[in-house]
């Protein structure tokens, strides 16, 4: 295993050992995204469900047959773009759902609306040098300064463990 | 627009025939993220396991690869 893979090619490594853990912790990781993103899109709490369990299962079911460049985060993009077309395509089928996507996709796909999109991505981007201040930002106290609190701890302690676990792999392969 | 329009356009999008200008607003409107939905930790944390549960259920995988048991040390330190 070469040890410039990303925490995300590990974890894909791991799957394809039929490794459940590393799946779950992949969709604990991105479940809450696309879910958002299809709820915004969607507006249905049961259809965006449907597709974040199809994109996860789809993931898990077709694990052996990944390829060895695998982007996680760009198949997971790909994917949820794809589903959510398909679940409005399927929605304007049926007649009882038809007037509620023409009313609210009149107003998205007019010309104003979709100027948001052209927009730079760089507004709010911010280089993130500390783990204190990835930590901060993940658990939504970006305005907060206090450098040494239990979270940034227990960050340390769980990856001196990691760090600990795999030299112990490591030297178990070697004997 | 009207929902046959849209409907048409989203089948060429589906069938990859759609014209350029076409697609670009499929994926404008498809990059367009501004407006936030807001969802309590409770509801989230119920949603997570709700999803989880339905995915295991589906693909089975907790039947075929049971999870192992931890060390003791591995115990100990998920407490903190």
């Not at chain 1, 079911?61 to 949820?80: D, I």
């Not at chain 1, 795999?166 to 178990?172: A, I």
């Not at chain 2, 501004?34 to 999803?51: H, V």
Request: aromatic share 12%.
């Amino acid at each position: 295993m070469s040890r410039f893979l990303s925490p995300d090619q590990l974890l894909i490594d791991r799957i394809s050992h039929n490794d459940t853990e590393a799946f779950e912790q992949i969709y604990h990781l991105y479940w809450k995204s696309l879910y958002l993103y299809c709820l915004k899109k969607i507006e249905s709490s049961e259809d965006a469900k449907i597709i974040v369990r199809s994109i996860f299962t789809d993931i898990w079911e077709k694990r052996h047959a990944l390829p060895v460049s695998f982007c996680l985060s760009k198949h997971l993009y790909q994917e949820v773009r794809k589903k959510v077309i398909k679940c409005i395509f399927e929605k304007l089928a049926v007649l009882e759902s038809r007037k509620s996507i023409e009313e609210r996709l009149t107003i998205e796909f007019s010309v104003l609306s979709l100027q948001a999109a052209r927009r730079p991505v760089s507004k709010s981007f911010t280089i993130i040098n500390k783990p204190s201040e990835l930590i901060r930002q993940q658990s939504g106290q970006a305005g907060t300064v206090h450098h040494n609190n239990f979270e940034t701890l227990r960050w340390i302690f769980q990856s001196l463990i990691d760090k600990f676990s795999f030299t112990n792999l490591l030297s178990y392969s070697k004997n | 627009m009207k929902s046959e329009i849209l409907h048409r356009k989203l089948e060429r999008y589906v069938n990859g025939e759609s014209m350029p200008a076409e697609t670009r607003q499929i994926q404008n409107w498809l990059s367009c993220t501004s407006k936030e939905a807001p969802l309590s930790p409770e509801e989230r944390s119920l949603l997570e396991l709700e999803i989880l549960q339905e995915i295991q259920s589906f693909t089975a995988y907790p039947l075929f690869f049971p999870r192992k048991k931890k060390a003791w040390w591995q115990k100990i330190t998920a407490m903190f």
